[in-house]
């Protein structure tokens, strides 16, 4: 399942499931590009796989900017040569409000990061994919994309709308063999898990509760979604586009009970 010497972006990797994927791909031993709004955390992350033996490169990114995004896809692709993989892993959680009461802003902010980024990194990737002769982009959603709490319509909304940009980017690559999947992961436990918790009343009560609520009885870690998306980048899911690998623990099957 080796990526070796293939060039992967990874947005929003200087932290949580970002940095769990970077730190893996760079280990199975792609050039990673850790495309970044938090520059000392995508300094840190690009310095720590380079002292493992990794090739790492950090671009300072804001994925809600087209000129952003174009600019370090171009410098990606000059510092490496070609380009075979994009992870749109950045993503923010907003504040929890209901759609009644919700800020214009407040709804464009999360999709022009979740869902608006990852159209810009997508649109400025592929053309280098087709040079490259093939390529894999994984979108990074959410079980929200399937179920939702109430508070978060932006969210859930941008997740469901990455679901389907990913399909609809599968079918017009495809003959490009260019695939194009989503990874839906559980709760993870990251900083946005934290942020998110935080803005819970019932908070103590579900930090104890995700535990029981997955069948596998645990919340998920980086290295858990890392390992799936490793696979889906890799020649090993060549027949594989455009589905949604819930990666949860079990957490979405259950409808009711024990
Ligand atoms: N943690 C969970 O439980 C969970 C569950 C399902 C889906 N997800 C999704 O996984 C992805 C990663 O989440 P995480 O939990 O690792 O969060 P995190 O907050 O730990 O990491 C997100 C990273 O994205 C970066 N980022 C934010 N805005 C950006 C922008 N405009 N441009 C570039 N980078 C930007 C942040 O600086 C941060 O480093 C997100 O898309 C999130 O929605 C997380």
Known sequence: MSLKDRTVIVTGAGSGIGRGIAELLAADGARVVIAEIHEHNGAAVAEEIRRQGGVAEFIPTDVASEASVNAMVSQAVARFGSLYGLVNNAGIAGSQCEAEAMPTEEWDRVHAVNLRGAFFCARAA???????????????????????FAGWAHYDSSKGGLVSLTRTLALE?????????????????TPLWDAWLAQQPDAAEIEAGTRSWHPLRRRGTPADIAKAARFLLSDDSEWITGINLVVDGGLSIRYFGR
């Open 126 to 148: 592929i053309p280098h994919m087709k040079r490259f002769g093939k390529g894999s982009i994984v979108n990074i959603a959410s079980v929200h994309a399937q179920f939702s």
């Open 173 to 189: 690559n495809g003959p490009h063999q260019i695939r194009v999947n989503t990874i839906s992961p559980g709760y993870i436990d």
